[in-house]
């Protein structure tokens, strides 16, 4: 069972911390801050306004209310009453150590404290320390609220517990903790990717490549297939049917040629520099930073939307993250009490730009996805939640109609009224009036829900509590007038079109 974290310090705000701040603040996390940069307050802002419409378009689930964030002047006020410490500042170990001793003056006694480090070892960071046992590596990759991976590396076996916890924590912010089996300079990832890294800067420097060329080799081959399989596991496949052991036994000779300058690196000159920088304007300079990051992100979220419709890899822990956010969700709306003699507000979403369709409105199959969160967050109402589903009860959705009645445009701020038509052993209707900021309705939509057991696949009786939920809320439901559409069904067109059936 992974631990509820409800406050965290960030210490540093820059690219990385910037990308934790956001990743704890958007799973509902209070975080306080301390970065002394004249432009942190800013820079920040700007990152999780990148974080919070990336959120937005990652995960269907309600959004979780967001943490609180608090800027301090110094550490010891960040770190106050915090249980868990994020270090994110420049990569200076005299300037961390600092920072450690900094943090160890003033934390609670059992603070986690991770680093963000991509090089130095927890020994070297533990240095001088108080209480060396609770500094950690735990070094994640940009940008840090899409990237799952997290890096969590300590000095031995002593610290499995500490590392535990982290990982615990870690797991909860829709993180993929990685515990690194031995403490090594630049862990595993930054490794692999040195190794690429050196190899590019030679190819930038003979000529043989440019900077754009070097990334279309990545990103239009190999980089696909590690995205959703790694290293291994791509070149098993590259063996056929024969397998991992095929692939070496064909490609093995191949170590002893010269096709690697791994440990010959060329030096970094001002005409090295200025070459590569050059090219990489030539690259991408028509784009800012921000634009740069948002085409990143929405990049990032296609593919792991993808793997998560495949349940592989990253798509993975990104199902468990959207069915959390979806629990904390229905635990909320079970925990509401609207006036039940009034439709039930019980779902709000709002209209981003990729919602809409090519007349630039919201396009059809998102309104079904509104309602159906909406009739998602009703079942949370009434006590639909992960004990009662691991009953091998659920209910499902059986009949639809919806009724567009409005252009929606994006931006627009939605909320659903819902109204329960009526119910019996088995079975639930539902009206949803969609409505924008204005109160104009957009769009309604009836339902009927069938309760199931799901291990039988059948229709069986609810049980508590749904059936006490219902009750109570029968009589103030059964009071409001039935909309005049309720169980209409689409008037019959005959053929010709225009002729009575």
């Not at 603070?111 to 130095?120: K, R, Y």
């Not at 590569?276 to 992100?297: K, V």
């Not at 609810?462 to 103030?476: F, H, K, Q, S």
Request: with cysteine; proline share 6%.
């Amino acid at each position: 069972m992974t631990r509820t974290l409800s406050r965290a310090a960030c210490i540093g705000g820059g690219v990385i911390g910037g990308g934790w701040i956001a990743r704890f603040l958007l799973d509902g996390t209070d975080v306080a801050v301390h970065d002394p940069h004249p432009d942190a307050r800013r820079i920040i802002g700007e990152v999780l306004d990148n974080a919070r419409r990336a959120r937005a378009r990652l995960i269907s689930a309600p959004p979780v209310p967001e943490g609180r964030l608090s800027f301090h002047d110094d550490i010891a006020g960040a770190v106050e009453g915090a249980e868990y410490i994020q270090e994110s500042v420049p990569e200076r170990l005299d300037l961390k150590h600092e920072v450690f001793a900094a943090i160890e003056a003033a934390a609670a006694p059992g603070a986690l404290i991770g680093s963000s480090t991509s090089g130095f070892k927890p020994s070297e960071l533990r240095e001088g320390a108080t209480h060396p046992e609770r500094i950690f590596v735990a070094h994640p990759f940009n940008p840090v609220y899409l990237v799952p991976l997290v890096e969590l590396v300590g000095s031995g076996p002593q610290d499995e517990a500490i590392l535990d916890r982290a990982a615990d924590i870690l797991a909860r912010t829709g993180m993929h903790p990685l515990k690194i089996r031995r403490e090594i300079d630049a862990h595993i990832a930054d490794r692999l990717l040195e190794a690429v890294w050196r190899e590019s800067l030679w190819l930038v420097k003979d000529d043989i490549a440019t900077t754009q060329e070097i990334d279309d080799a990545i990103r239009f081959g190999f980089g696909l297939r590690w995205a959703q399989m790694g290293l291994f596991e791509t070149y098993r496949i590259a063996g056929g049917e024969a397998g991992m052991k095929h692939f070496i036994d064909q490609f093995g000779p191949a170590l002893k040629w010269p096709w690697t300058k791994l440990m010959d690196v060329p030096e970094m000159t001002e005409e090295l520099s200025a070459k590569i920088a050059a090219q990489s304007d030539a690259q991408s300079g028509q784009h800012t930073i921000r634009e740069l990051e948002r085409i990143r992100d929405d990049n990032l979220i296609g593919i792991l939307h993808a793997l998560r419709a495949n349940g592989w890899g990253a798509g993975e822990t990104l199902r468990a993250m959207e069915e959390r956010a979806f629990a904390q969700a229905h635990a909320r709306a079970a925990h509401a009490a609207p006036d039940p003699a009034a439709p039930l507000e019980l779902h709000r979403a709002k209209v981003g730009g990729d919602w809409l369709d090519y007349n630039g409105h919201m396009t059809e199959f998102r309104y079904l996805q509104v309602f159906g969160d909406a009739t998602d967050a009703f079942l949370g109402h009434i006590g639909m939640d992960a004990d009662y589903r691991a009953q091998g009860l659920s209910v499902y959705t059986v009949e639809t109609h919806i009724r567009h009645l409005a252009e929606t445009g994006a931006g627009a701020n939605l909320t659903v009224r819902t109204t329960l038509l009526g119910f019996d052993a088995k079975r639930i209707r539902l009206h949803h009036e969609m409505v924008d900021g204005a109160g104009t309705v957009q769009a309604t939509a009836e339902h009927m829900l069938m309760h199931v057991d799901t291990q039988a696949g059948r229709a069986c009786p609810m049980g508590a509590p749904l059936t006490e939920r219902l009750a109570a809320l029968a009589p103030g439901q059964s009071a409001l007038p039935a909309p005049d559409h309720a169980g209409r069904p689409i008037r019959d067109i005959g053929w010709p079109l225009g002729e009575p059936a």
